[in-house]
């Protein structure tokens, strides 16, 4: 069985105390009640860079361009105990989009500090590349799940030299 392929762009800006990244709580779905990145499927005939923007607009109801999208890397989950859920991942960031952020019927977002991410209310991945992405590493990461499909069994990185791939 093939990963799905999916998304994830965060949106950054200058807070009160540096750095702010938009996240939302999942209020459907796969992942529900966790604090998650805006994102989702990509769709047959669709770039990565157009599922994130068509995902950001669906989601938080901004508009971000393809050409202010910057790479950040690529990150593969695998779940050993349910391999229909495994997903390639290409995450973004961006600093330019149009609209103020809004809650839909799948996020409720909201600005967290980067130097204080909500990481206990978020994937247990994400403490392992999130940072480090929006510090401005590109990287490429696998990220196996434990048997509970919650915790972290083991997390590989890699530097990314090819963003144009």
């Not at 990565?48 to 790479?71: F, G, H, M, T, W």
């Not at 991945?125 to 048997?147: F, N």
């Amino acid at each position: 069985m093939t990963a799905a392929h999916v998304t994830l762009c965060f949106l950054l800006r200058e807070g009160a105390h540096g750095e702010d990244v938009l996240l939302g709580t999942k209020k459907t779905g796969f992942g529900r009640g966790k604090v998650v990145g805006v994102g989702g499927h990509v769709e047959p005939g669709e770039t990565a860079s157009e599922a994130a923007c068509r995902e950001v607009k669906e989601e938080i109801n901004v508009v971000v361009r393809a050409d202010d999208l910057i790479p950040a890397g690529t990150v593969d989950f695998v779940f050993p105990a349910r391999p229909d859920w495994d997903m390639a991942t290409t995450v973004y960031l961006t600093r330019s989009w149009v609209g103020e952020p809004s809650e839909s019927e799948e996020i409720a977002p909201a600005w967290f500090p980067v130097k204080q991410l909500p990481v206990e209310r978020m994937w247990a991945d994400a403490e392992h590349w999130l940072p480090a992405m929006i510090a401005g590493q590109r990287i490429k990461v696998r990220v196996a799940l434990a048997p509970d499909n919650e915790n972290v069994a083991n997390v590989q990185t890699v530097e990314w030299a090819d963003p144009g791939e």
